[in-house]
């Protein structure tokens, strides 16, 4: 369970994608990252994280480039897929690290989890 921050709001997982699409089946989880920038130093030993001019901006930043992956309902009713630019790995049973700024510790709970969930993937070290 992570820590409740300043700013941060929690959200189902599933429930919100279900409204979106009633024939969604996959757990996924609905967050908006505009305020991660307020709560990641408290959270993070001080470290800091930019603001994000957009969703987009923010998979870049993710702590595992397997995981930066949004989807978003574009006003024609379809859904947008956006990736980090190395997302060919997002299917690949790989989890990847993104360097970008320390998310060391977050990208090994994070493997560790998905590890635990699908023991077939491998784990790229920090």
């Known amino acids: 369970m992570l820590p ?24 996924s989880e609905i967050r908006n990252q505009a305020r991660v920038h307020l ?15 957009s969703s987009s901006h923010s998979l870049s930043y993710f702590s595992s480039k397997t995981h930066a992956v949004g989807v978003r309902l574009a ?18 049973f790989r989890i ?3 360097r970008v700024i320390d998310n060391r510790v977050t ?3 994070k493997a560790a ?11 790229v070290p920090w």
Request: overall charge positive; some cysteine; hydrophobic content about 25%.
């Open 96 to 98: 990847v690290p993104n």
């Open 107 to 109: 990208h090994e709970e």
């Open 39 to 53: 709560w990641y130093p408290e959270r993070f030993f001080g470290r800091q994280c930019p603001a994000y001019r």
């Open 4 to 27: 409740t921050c300043p700013g941060r709001r929690r959200t189902s997982s599933s429930r919100p994608a279900r409204r979106i699409s009633p024939s969604c089946r996959l757990r």
């Open 113 to 123: 989890r998905a590890k635990q969930r699908w023991p077939e993937i491998s784990v």
């Open 75 to 92: 006003g024609t009713g379809e859904f947008e897929v956006t990736r980090h630019s190395a997302s060919t790995i997002s299917f690949s």
